[in-house]
T-cell receptor, first 113, second 116 residues
Framework: QKEVEQNSGPLSVPEGAIASLNCTYS??????FFWYRQYSGKSPELIMS????GDKEDGRFTAQLNKASQYVSLLIRDSQPSDSATYLC?????????????FGAGTRLAVHP | GAVVSQHPSWVICKSGTSVKIECRSL??????MFWYRQFPKQSLMLMAT?????????EQGVEKDKFLINHASLTLSTLTVTSAHPEDSSFYIC????????????FGAGTRLSVL
């Protein structure tokens, strides 16, 4: 069973702080990893993609990937109330021609003023 | 970023009628399209995957005769909910992956279906 696990939260952080969102996955052969943000009542929006071990930065967002530990994370610096949303970790397994993204259940982030 | 257009954004229909939802990739060729359903406060549930020109592959438990999917071109996929019933009321979201970027799926804005 290919799985992606996230803490459901809510993760509550004060405005201006760093929010750290974590995700683990079970398929060791996975090659592509994504973070999506979903506001309540809206569809998911791509935040970051990462394919290689290490860090990838884009503005206030940093994705971190550690394939040996099967772990991917998203850091949000200078968190704003507008960052309050559910963050979905998604993994694309490689094995067996399986071409469907596997989503975690999402972590709800609440940034309070 | 890539744009996936989904219409309508909201539809209300009577029980027993059919509803068609369109999903278009506006600036890239979508070799694969996905249809999801999401109930309030629940996770995304993949309903089916379709490749251009091929029959859709449905997830276990999804009735293919009820949820008709057509992916006739590289820019258009449709989902038809046939004989809709109140329990089909949900948020339906399409997603497309294709020529634009490495394995990235882009989502449409979603369609909220209410069946009376």
């Amino acid at each position: 069973q290919k799985e992606v696990e996230q803490n459901s939260g809510p993760l509550s952080v004060p405005e201006g702080a760093i929010a750290s969102l974590n995700c683990t996955y079970s398929d060791r052969g996975s090659q592509s990893f994504f973070w999506y943000r979903q506001y309540s009542g809206k569809s998911p929006e791509l935040i970051m993609s990462i394919y290689s071990n290490g860090d990838k930065e884009d503005g206030r967002f940093t994705a971190q990937l550690n394939k040996a530990s099967q772990y991917v994370s998203l850091l949000i610096r200078d968190s704003q109330p507008s960052d309050s949303a559910t963050y979905l970790c998604a993994v694309l397994p490689l094995s067996g021609g399986y071409n469907k993204l596997i989503f975690g259940a999402g972590t709800r982030l609440a940034v309070h003023p | 970023g890539a744009v996936v257009s989904q219409h309508p954004s909201w539809v209300i229909c009577k029980s027993g009628t059919s509803v068609k939802i369109e999903c278009r990739s506006l600036d890239f060729q979508a070799t694969t399209m996905f249809w999801y359903r999401q109930f309030p406060k629940q996770s995304l549930m993949l309903m089916a995957t379709s490749n251009e020109g091929s029959k859709a592959t449905y997830e276990q438990g999804v009735e293919k005769d009820k949820f008709l999917i057509n992916h006739a071109s590289l820019t258009l996929s449709t989902l038809t909910v046939t004989s809709a019933h109140p329990e089909d009321s949900s948020f339906y979201i399409c997603s497309a992956r294709g020529s634009l970027a490495k394995n990235i799926q882009y989502f449409g804005a979603g369609t909220r279906l209410s069946v009376l």
